[in-house]
DNA sequence: GTGGTCTAGACCACG
DNA sequence: GTGGTCTAGACCACG
């Protein structure tokens, strides 16, 4: 039984800067925090955040510029609208799908409950 | 931010338990292994079961007779139904929307994945 | 032989609270004492007061709002005389007509004595 | 708060002895268990069952024959039953007329209740 | 052996 | 400071 989180920290911590960036928090061209002060904030150890970081930046997300520090790249928002989409439809869809079968619900109820949703934006809570 | 589970651990084992239910591993009447068997598979403390267990019954899925065990409530299944489809519509069903919003898909766009997966049932990762 | 009361104290105490209700020392939407306060009065563990209070919020007598407190819910006077009276009639009555057996009274001795009662209302002790 | 039974122990085994003799448990004339018995029964001191025995004898309920034992006396019987009946109508019966009173219940409800009961003799638990 | 209760003490989230 | 969860360990009733 897994009572904690089976996900790689490192990429915990990716998932709430993609995030960040799908918000408009951080803006393309947008200096993120550094390293250390990201490592500070979450407590855990830097060499995790690094990772993070060099990760997010082969994904095309983030940039370096040497001395500096990270910032994110001129297509970031596209490339995390992407790449979340992408495990969306990966993990996330079919694992909902799992869910309604369990409970009973056929893809056609899960239908309806979306034009419900869309006759009716506010009925399911807001962040 | 959330290296671990925030859902309580004696409502996690609920919900395996439940699952288990809907999964007809174990029917209406069958016994369940014992508060202390669970603990042990678990690695979790007696009193955590137990309160699984009382939870379960106070909803009426479970039901004991003292002194021999704990077994599945005549209506134990719709019961499980019930309890999960409310938690589904409650809590997951505004979740995916938040989350389908922050991607930029619509309601509209989850309804024709659905009308797709209709077309195509097995599109999907089976369990 | 019971030298000791065969109730569970966290029952005992979840009486206490619903005794105070019923006579409207604590009313709807009042704040009632802290867990730890409870605890202290009464000599008991704090756990044993949690779990009277979850047990009353179950059964929809008290409301809590987390960080404050415990609170008279809404409907708590109607829910407290609805729960008790269900044990008088399952448990207390019962218990009454077979000591009326013992003693050799039938239930008409028995009516008869509320028909007495209800000529002369204060003829028993008031508390 | 009284978590135990706040009646004195050697009354709590009058009690139960008077039951014995009104259930036609011992009959009058019997011999019934010795002090000593009766202590290692109920892990008791001696003494205080010995103070039950002479508070029974003094009620004209036992009897004593020294250095045989005690018995139910001639008339034990009737006097159980006539010290129950007084015990019932000056302290149980106004408790009884108190928890109507709390619950919203009229001697008049409770008068209902018991023709019901005789109508339905066997709607409530016997023993 | 099974469920059931209680204590003691720790730690957490929320405000 | 408030509620909420969890562990460890004890002891009980019931069969």
């Not at 947008?30 to 150890?45: G, K």
């Not at 082969?58 to 001129?74: H, M």
């Not at 694992?95 to 869309?118: K, P, T, V």
Request: charge should be negative.
């Amino acid at each position: 039984m897994e009572f904690r989180n089976p996900q790689a920290i490192y990429l915990q911590i990716a998932d709430l800067i993609v995030e960040r960036i799908l918000r408009r928090r951080w803006r393309e061209g947008d200096r993120i925090p550094s390293v250390r002060e990201t490592a500070a904030e979450l407590e855990v150890n830097p060499n995790t955040v690094m990772r993070t970081y060099t990760h997010l930046q082969d994904a095309g997300i983030l940039e370096t510029q040497r001395g500096i520090g990270y910032f994110v790249a001129k297509d970031g928002f596209a490339k995390s609208l992407a790449l979340e989409r992408e495990r969306f439809l990966k993990d996330e869809l079919p694992s909902i799908f799992r869910r309604l079968e369990l409970l009973g619900f056929s893809a056609e109820d899960m239908a309806h409950m979306c034009e419900e949703r869309m006759r009716n934006p506010d009925g399911g809570g807001g962040q």
